[in-house]
């Protein structure tokens, strides 16, 4: 079924912290098989080249979005990640190697019926929020696949899973992210989102299928625009980019962008 809303034509979640790290961490990201498309925005992979030297840790920033992953080395062990409104450090062991799946927002609760709003700001084991996928994982995958390998059997499944769905949607919810999108976040709340239900209906919708409220969600939003622009650490003080995105300030913008990335805008962007 098609949704009234083409999420991926209008946002592109990025975590972009592994390439500013070490030179023996990659990172990976492959799209879903064409049916998915509205549903994952990526499979990621994220492992050590060679053995480390030292503990990795890896930040995640906030985009927006929930995760399933997994130890390629140790597949029963997987997690789901809900919506963060801020960064996340992951301390890691010297070698690794993680698979992930990325769903666009409101697509994980769309396919699992699991209210967002009790997964947010936090990681759980998979089996506590949907056991068949849990044990899917575990029983099918073991580190000597290849990524791509990884991708088609994934895909397969999630083909199959949705082909048993019957989806409920409200439009009004996809409106008011329609109006957050194209706007890039910057957005009146109160004023902008009135697509036809009460403030807190519009609440209820965004716990549960995002994770946390439409203003939480729109600045999410907003500091993902800014990383997709990559200003230099001259235009951010030349340009005054943070009048633009909608901050009182620059003190304001370098403050929020700090929680969802976990360095300021200079380090971000340094060149």
């Not at 879903?32 to 994952?40: N, R, S, V």
């Not at 083909?159 to 996809?174: A, E």
Request: aromatic share 16%; glycine share 4%.
């Amino acid at each position: 079924m098609e949704f009234s809303l083409n999420i991926r034509q209008l946002y592109r979640p990025l975590q972009p912290t592994v390439k500013q790290s070490t030179d023996n961490v990659s990172y990976v990201e492959l799209p879903p098989g064409e049916p998915l498309l509205p549903y994952i925005y990526c499979y990621w992979q994220l492992k050590t080249d060679k053995s480390l030297q030292e503990r990795f840790t890896y930040r995640v920033v906030a985009d927006g979005c929930i995760d399933i992953y997994f130890e390629l080395n140790n597949p029963a062990e997987n997690y789901v990640m809900g919506f963060c409104k801020k960064y996340t450090e992951f301390p890691l062991a010297n070698s690794f190697h993680y698979v992930g799946i990325r769903f666009l927002p409101t697509m994980f609760p769309q396919l699992f019926q699991v209210n967002a709003k009790e997964l947010s700001n936090r990681y759980i084991h998979l089996k506590e929020v949907n056991d068949p996928v849990s044990q899917f994982i575990a029983a099918t995958f073991h580190s000597h696949q290849s990524f791509h390998t990884i991708v088609q059997l994934l895909n397969g499944f999630f083909i199959k899973h949705i082909s048993r769905l019957r989806f409920t949607m409200d439009d009004r919810l996809y409106d008011a992210l329609q109006i957050i999108f194209r706007n890039q976040g910057l957005v009146a709340v109160e004023k902008e989102l009135n697509t036809g239900i009460s403030p807190r209906q519009l609440r209820r919708l965004f716990d549960f299928y995002i994770g946390d409220t439409a203003k939480t969600f729109a600045k999410v939003v907003r500091f993902q625009n800014i990383l997709q622009a990559k200003p230099s650490t001259q235009s951010l003080r030349n340009n005054k980019l943070f009048f633009d995105a909608g901050y009182y300030d620059q003190a304001h913008f370098i403050r929020e962008f700090r929680n969802f990335y976990g360095v300021t805008p200079s380090k971000a962007f340094g060149r």
